[in-house]
């Protein structure tokens, strides 16, 4: 069965210091495969994509996602985090064939930013 | 240019009551998806309508039913809502070109629903 793993549910990082989300996927075939940032009181807004072509994927806010097929992992990250990046985090996988158009979504990352 | 607008934002239900939801897509879109996100978990998908039919369907009971209007717009009805029905509630809509997931979805605030 298609399912989306983040393995860190609550993460804390300082100001200016460097991030990565962890995401595994376990699918039958290369997904398509998404990150979402949801901040209190709001929706999904997508931070970037992966279809095909280079396996590192440049998306807004200064994030970066890298996919790797041997390991099964769209990992996001970002150099320097600002406290406005609190919010949580979620990858999400999506089918290529057929007329599928749902996400399956990982359970999510809190992201906690001290001053 | 408008986004994804969901009404309304909050609603409390007691038990065996039934709800509706609406949702209106981006400009441009035709496609729209609900999910549903329960507190601490990811949201998991419902159903997604396209040219007002339903194209593919979740694991989620026959309670749980919707419709697309001629101008895209989407409801999500629930009946005899049971607690574990609290959760958040997106709608998500897309423009259909191959009729996959390639379609980026896009996400409106949601709508809390508390049932009593």
């Known amino acids: 069965a298609q399912s989306v793993t983040q393995p860190d549910i609550h993460i804390t990082v300082s100001e200016g210091a460097s991030l990565e989300l962890r995401c595994n996927y376990s699918?039958?075939?290369?997904?398509?495969l998404f990150w979402y940032v949801q901040s209190p009181g709001q929706g999904l807004q997508l931070l970037l994509k992966y279809f095909s072509g280079d396996t590192l994927v440049q998306g807004i806010k200064g994030f970066e996602a890298e996919f790797k097929r041997s390991q099964s992992s769209f990992n996001l990250r970002k150099p320097s985090v600002h406290w406005s990046d609190a919010a949580e985090y979620f990858c999400a996988v999506g089918a290529r064939s057929g007329s599928q158009g749902n996400l399956i979504f990982g359970k999510g990352t809190k992201l906690s930013v001290k001053p | 240019d408008a986004g994804v607008t969901q009404s309304p934002t909050h609603l409390i239900k007691t038990r065996g009551q039934q709800v509706t939801l609406r949702c209106s897509p981006k400009s441009g879109h035709d496609t729209v998806s609900w999910y549903q996100q329960a507190l601490g978990q990811g949201p998991q998908f419902i159903f997604q309508?396209?040219?007002?039919?339903?194209?593919q369907r979740g694991n989620f009971p026959d309670r749980f039913s919707g419709h697309q209007f001629p101008n895209y717009s989407s409801e999500l009805n629930v009946n005899a809502l049971l607690l574990g029905d609290s959760a958040l509630y997106l709608c998500a809509s897309s423009l259909s070109s191959s009729g996959g997931t390639t379609d980026t979805q896009y996400f409106g605030p949601g709508t809390r629903l508390t049932v009593l």
């Open positions: 309508y396209y040219e007002e039919e339903e194209r």
């Open positions: 699918y039958g075939a290369t997904p398509y």
